[in-house]
């Protein structure tokens, strides 16, 4: 029993069973004992992203920014907010890159790097120190109430979203809830706990199999509609794993999709070690479209991150691959790096990109070329 699983299983027994969404909520975010309070430098054991394999990642993303800048006529504050921005490492590479090379775009931009896990923070804010200093980065626990003109943009945010689960019987849709018998966790089937569930698979028109397990990611709507709701002017760029709806829920997902992450090592194993391991689910690309457009967003594409980097890259023909003065050695290395990026047996067709925009509707945006 680690310390959360002990204070979950209080919270059944004085109270009844939870859903899987409260208890992942709690899993990956409890204030003392959630998987993201740990120290970041734990996660490696578990799991890397993109941002870890090459500062490359974050050039052509600072690149495409820079390009979202100029769709809205080059206004003289441009806020790019990274929403779960952990330690900085990503925030440090488009800002050090933008400070180099695109010398009118850093003069507009103002970076907003959100981050609610103090630990987190505190290393954030000593990595960030130079451009806070210049007045170009602003750490925060909470997204900016209004965005005059700018970006929103998530890498490997929403997945760790919590999600409801439910299981399909008959014609009825139940939700599993989790309980505990006091020595272990385990799942029963109970009635919605809210009408929201239900209304989320009918807006995608999606009909679940007879004993099919799936995910309602409400939250990952809310999260969509609160960003909608406070952007302004400018664009929402998600990169996520996940499918579009008919994809997502069709017979291969009979299980769904949660998975545990621990050691490098994905199982169904959900209860084992609550707070000591990753929790995550496929992003439903559909309904962040359809959420995000009930308040205002508008999609420009979504595009497999190979396609997307490679579009950004081939430019210049990945000449910011590289830093001055590298010899041979290290270029070699840097393409291996670049290649577990955009390959597919890497991470290239693993994860998608979404461009959402609000207000500019012509907007053409060289990540999304193929589309």
Avoid at 156 to 177: C, K, M, N, S, T
Avoid at 341 to 356: A, D, H, K, S, T
Wanted: charged content about 20%.
């Amino acid at each position: 029993m680690t310390p959360l699983a002990t204070l979950l299983a209080e919270r059944i027994r004085r109270f009844g069973p939870i859903t899987f969404a409260e208890y992942m909520r709690e899993c990956l975010y409890h204030p003392v004992c959630g998987y993201y309070n740990r120290p970041e430098s734990t996660r490696f054991a578990d799991y890397y992203t993109s941002v870890d394999v090459h500062s490359i990642f974050g050039r052509l993303l600072a690149r495409q920014f820079a390009e979202m800048w100029e769709a809205l006529d080059r206004p003289e504050e441009f806020m790019l907010v990274e929403a779960a921005a952990g330690v900085g490492r990503l925030a440090s590479h488009v800002l050090e890159f933008a400070h180099l090379q695109l010398p009118g775009f850093y003069a507009s931009l103002r970076y907003i790097a959100v981050e609610r896990s103090p630990a987190r923070c505190d290393r954030l804010a000593a990595r960030l120190a130079y451009f806070m200093r210049e007045g170009k980065c602003q750490p925060t626990i909470e997204l900016p109430q209004k965005i005059h003109a700018g970006c929103v943009y998530s890498n490997e945010l929403l997945d760790a979203l919590p999600v409801h689960r439910v299981l399909q019987r008959g014609e009825q849709l139940q939700e599993i809830f989790v309980t505990n018998n006091g020595s272990s966790f385990s799942e029963i089937a109970r009635p919605l706990s809210t009408c929201a569930i239900s209304e989320y698979f009918g807006a995608q028109e999606v009909k679940l199999e007879e004993g099919q397990h799936a995910e309602a990611g409400l939250e990952a709507c809310d999260w969509i509609g609160e960003i909608a709701r406070r952007l302004a002017h400018g664009f929402v760029l998600t990169i996520d794993y996940g499918h579009e709806a008919a994809d997502l829920f069709d017979a291969h997902h009979m299980a769904g999709t949660v998975l545990a992450y621990s050691k490098h090592h994905a199982s169904e194993e959900f209860y084992a070690a609550p707070g000591e391991q990753d929790l995550t689910a496929h992003v439903n690309f559909t309904a962040l479209r359809q959420w995000g457009q009930r308040q205002g967003l508008e999609t420009l594409g979504l595009v497999s991150q190979t396609a997307f980097l490679l579009a950004l890259g081939q430019g210049n023909e990945f000449a910011d691959l590289y830093d001055e003065g590298m010899d041979e050695i290290n270029r070699v290395r840097a393409r291996l790096q670049l290649k577990t990026l955009i390959y597919p047996e890497g991470m290239g067709e693993r994860f998608q990109v979404l461009i959402q925009q609000k207000s500019v509707p012509r907007a053409k945006l060289t990540g999304l070329a193929g589309v």
